[in-house]
């Protein structure tokens, strides 16, 4: 480990569950964690691929499959950041049985965690006014552009829309007991992405780099559009609810 690089990570002595940790980007985020000192724990559903080298294996694994996110939430209750980001491509599948898929993990079982974590971030910050926890989620660049797969590209866009709706509540409700991060991430090399321009490992580098700040949107992408408009569609939608909570109230 380089003790120089995890002795001012604000990461150090940190809890880390990562959903997804067995595909690329999973395991590298695990890697660039641990050397910054994190404890890590891997969720995933496959036992028969998480053998992985050192380095890249996380300190304890949990199995779970979509569906069963209520089984997690004691498992979850002393991490202090949750990463969502395990997801399904159907590529060019549009039949009932992938849009089902899709929808379950990539926007349902999202959501669901979410809901989690925010009771259980709640529920920490009446005992103690601690550190609030965090949650991370991965959205990438499908929330806002084609992917060239219709169905990924909705579900993603569909958590995408009920983060920012969360993040939005939070800010009304002044709480401070949950941070959300929402990761938009560009085109990298995968399972879900063989043709991806940018490696798994360059990418889970950049997101801990942006995730020491306290921005909330963390990009990731050569994409200067998504640059330019991810921010601004954020700020449309805030400008939207609050017209509408406007509307409803008077």
């Not at 990461?11 to 997804?20: R, S």
């Not at 990731?220 to 909570?245: A, D, F, G, Q, W």
């Amino acid at each position: 480990m380089n003790k120089s690089l995890s002795a001012k990570s604000r990461f150090k002595g940190l809890k880390i569950a990562i959903t997804g940790a067995n595909g690329s980007l999973g395991k590298f985020l695990i890697n660039k964690f641990k050397k910054n000192g994190a404890y890590i724990v891997g969720l995933t559903h496959s036992k028969k691929n998480n053998i992985q080298s050192d380095g890249f294996t996380p300190d304890d694994w949990i199995f779970w499959s979509c569906g069963e996110e209520k089984l997690l939430a004691s498992r979850l209750a002393n991490f202090d950041i949750l990463i969502l980001n395990h997801g399904f491509n159907p590529k060019a599948n549009i039949d009932s049985n992938a849009i089902n898929k899709a929808l379950e993990i990539n926007s349902t079982s999202h959501w669901k965690l979410i809901q989690i974590f925010e009771e259980l971030a709640i529920n920490k910050n009446a005992l103690n006014k601690s550190i609030p926890k965090e949650i991370w989620i991965n959205t990438s660049e499908a929330e806002m552009q084609i992917a060239f797969s219709p169905v990924y590209e909705i579900t993603k866009h569909l958590i995408g829309e009920l983060v920012s709706l969360k993040r939005i509540s939070l800010l009304s409700e002044k709480s401070n007991s949950l941070i959300i991060k929402k990761l938009i991430l560009g085109p990298f090399k995968s399972k879900l992405n063989p043709q991806g321009l940018l490696s798994p490992e360059y990418v889970a580098e950049k997101i801990i780099q942006k995730a020491e700040k306290k921005d909330y949107l963390i990009i990731v992408t050569p994409n200067p559009i998504t640059h330019l408009l991810m921010p601004l569609i954020e700020c449309i939608r805030i400008i939207y609810s609050k017209l509408i909570n406007k509307i409803y109230s008077t």
